[in-house]
Structure formats: structure tokens, C-alpha cells
């Protein structure tokens, strides 16, 4: 595997994922994409290009653990959308996120704030 470690169950391979492949299901996350529109996605996040021979092996590899489906767009095109093992990866490590930064009142009312 290239970025992802190989781990048992899709739990366990969702919580295995790099911060840039987590980021693509995120993007995912909102609507199918092609890639091109998810490369500007996380250049705007990161600040700095996102390389074609990052992005498309990590695109690959996850439509290789199921976590998006790619599709034909047309002859030069692919699109890319989250699958339901996506979306419970992204949900996740959303909860797990949540449960480590929202234990105190006043956190807990920022994320409430967020979610508005």
C-alpha cells in the first residue's frame, strides 16, 4: 500500500488513513467530484499545489479499499464519489474528534457554534 498502513476490518483501514486521504473523503463528503476539482479543493486547503502523482495513487487507493467509487465521466474524465464505507470513515473520525476536543462547557459550545 502506499500511504495507508494494511489493517483488518473497515474500521480499522478507515482509522489507518493519512490526513491527505481523510482530507479526499471529506471533499467527497460534500458531492461527487472529478479530480481535478478535488485537486483545487485541497490546494485551497493547503495553501501550496498538490501534485498530480500525489493525488491520483491516493484517489486510486482508496477506490481500492472501497472507500470511493470512480466513474466515467467521459473519455479523459473521471469522477469520483464517497460510498457509504466513505461516509462511515469520515463520520468516524468526526466522532472521534469530537469526543477529544468538546469534553469541557465552553468547548462544547464552540463546536455547537460550528455546527450553526
Known amino acids: 500500500m502506499s500511504e495507508a498502513q494494511a489493517v483488518t476490518g ?3 483501514i478507515a482509522r489507518e488513513l493519512t490526513a ?16 481535478l476539482a478535488i485537486k483545487r479543493e485541497l490546494e485551497e ?13 491516493n484517489l486510486d487507493e482508496l477506490v481500492g ?3 470511493i467509487d470512480k466513474s466515467e465521466l467521459d473519455k479523459r474524465t473521471n469522477q469520483y464519489e464517497l ?15 469530537l469526543s477529544k476536543i468538546g469534553e469541557d462547557d465552553e ?10
Open 10 to 12: 473497515q474500521q480499522g
Open 20 to 35: 491527505f486521504q481523510h482530507n479526499i473523503l471529506v471533499i467527497l463528503a460534500k458531492e461527487p467530484m472529478y479530480g
Open 45 to 57: 486547503y493547503y495553501g501550496t499545489e498538490v501534485n498530480h502523482g500525489r493525488l491520483y495513487p
Open 65 to 67: 479499499l472501497g472507500l
Open 83 to 97: 460510498t457509504d464505507d466513505g461516509y462511515d470513515a469520515v463520520m468516524d473520525q468526526l466522532e472521534w474528534t
Open 107 to 116: 468547548r462544547a459550545d464552540e463546536i455547537r457554534a460550528l455546527l450553526e
